[in-house]
């Protein structure tokens, strides 16, 4: 049985091709296979990860690592297991990895610090870590809790834990800035107990995601949804 409580939110996001193909891309110029994929969810990003095979995907969620299997049963040089990042690694991990990946994963962790030691321990020497998280904590909202999160981060928030836990910040940026908007004024507007997003938020916003998408890979933009870096092991 599947425990993660915003299933449904996972389940409505997965109709959002562009904006999870405008994700993916941003990561996978950086991995180096084997590459191992933290808090996959329901695997809708993980289907762009495949070319980077051999890829170790993982859930804290017994019930989404089943759910895992089956979709991914017929892939070759895919592992798919229970992973708990914030319990110690086994030794057959550690210095492993030269690529550790997670999107919106370290929000949910109430140890996000001992998170990243213990991928600190199972990447290998100038191994890269890549984060996307929830960004600005003016912008937590009733749905930030009821999706579990613990915190959404700051940009130099960001970066000092990951420098504190042994990495050295290569690029960090602002991701989205039309779904911070979106996101903060929504849960304002919305009296309803009922926050959840609906397919159609999400289909109106996809459609213009390919503008988005322009629009950021030319202007470096002040604020956004996520934050993204890319830290690598010292």
């Known amino acids: 049985m599947i425990k993660y409580q915003g299933i449904s939110t996972l389940e409505v996001l997965k109709?959002?091709?562009?904006?999870?193909?405008?994700?993916?891309?941003?990561?996978?110029?950086?991995i180096t296979s084997p590459a191992l994929e933290i808090g996959a969810?329901?695997?809708?990003?993980?289907?762009f990860f495949l070319k980077k095979k051999p890829i170790y995907i993982t859930d804290i969620d017994s019930g989404l690592v089943k759910d895992l299997k089956r979709k991914f049963s017929g892939e070759k040089y895919v592992t798919v297991r229970v992973f708990d990042v914030t319990k110690?690694?086994?030794?057959?991990?550690?210095?492993?990895?030269?690529?550790?990946f997670g999107i919106n994963v370290l929000e949910h962790l109430e140890e996000d610090d001992t998170a990243l030691k213990n991928i600190h321990s199972i990447l290998k020497k100038n191994g890269k870590l890549l984060v996307l998280v929830p960004a600005k904590r003016r912008a937590y909202t009733r749905l930030d809790k009821e999706l579990g999160h613990f915190r959404r981060y700051e940009k130099k928030e960001l970066s000092e834990k990951l420098t504190?836990?042994?990495?050295?910040?290569?690029?960090?940026?602002?991701?989205?800035?039309?779904?911070?908007?979106?996101?903060?004024?929504?849960?304002?507007?919305?009296?309803?107990?009922?926050?959840?997003?609906?397919?159609?938020?999400?289909?109106?916003?996809?459609?213009?995601?390919?503008?988005?998408?322009?629009?950021?890979?030319?202007i470096k933009?002040?604020?956004?949804?996520?934050?993204?870096?890319?830290?690598?092991?010292?």
């Open 164 to 218: 504190k836990n042994g990495f050295r910040v290569e690029r960090i940026y602002f991701f989205n800035i039309v779904g911070l908007i979106s996101w903060y004024f929504r849960d304002k507007a919305t009296h309803s107990k009922d926050i959840n997003l609906k397919s159609h938020h999400i289909a109106i916003f996809d459609s213009i995601v390919p503008i988005l998408r322009f629009v950021e890979s030319k």
């Open 221 to 234: 933009i002040p604020v956004g949804i996520s934050l993204i870096a890319i830290a690598r092991k010292l």
């Open 88 to 100: 110690k690694p086994p030794k057959a991990l550690r210095s492993f990895f030269p690529t550790v």
């Open 15 to 30: 109709e959002a091709k562009n904006y999870n193909k405008w994700i993916a891309d941003e990561l996978l110029i950086h």
């Open 41 to 47: 969810g329901t695997g809708n990003l993980t289907r």
